[in-house]
């Protein structure tokens, strides 16, 4: 099977920064979308941004331009570097991959999730 698992999380003051990186490991053929939800306490879960396989990014309009999306296919990591954080950016940070299998198994695979938690 394949796994997911996000690092990077923590607390930090508003204005500050973090990075965020998300590791895929298991029976791999290929990577296709990899991307960055959240889900806040009371909140549906929603997408910050996705990358494609040939480099198209895609940011949620709240984000406006604080945050980076990158991909490393070698290493098979999806990272994302959050810039002039808000309250408001609190919340379970999720990393979501759409992955071929070495079975060529076409599967949508979800992390456990990393607490991001911005306050003074």
């Known amino acids: 099977q394949v796994q997911l698992v996000e690092s990077g999380g923590g607390l930090v003051q508003p204005g500050g920064s973090l990075r965020l990186s998300c590791l895929a490991s298991?029976?791999?053929?290929?990577?296709?979308?990899m991307g960055w939800y959240r889900q806040a306490p009371g909140k549906q879960r929603e997408l910050v941004a996705d990358?494609?396989?040939?480099?198209?990014?895609n940011y949620a309009d709240s984000i406006q331009d604080r945050f980076n999306i990158f991909r490393d296919n070698a290493k098979k990591t999806v990272s994302l570097q959050m810039n002039s954080l808000k309250p408001e950016d609190t919340a379970v940070y999720f990393c979501?991959?759409?992955?071929?299998?070495?079975?060529?198994?076409?599967?949508?695979?979800w992390g456990q999730g990393t607490q991001v938690t911005v306050s003074s």
């Open positions: 298991g029976t791999i053929f290929s990577i296709n979308t």
């Open positions: 979501q991959a759409v992955i071929t299998t070495a079975q060529f198994r076409r599967t949508v695979n």
């Open positions: 990358i494609t396989s040939d480099g198209h990014t």
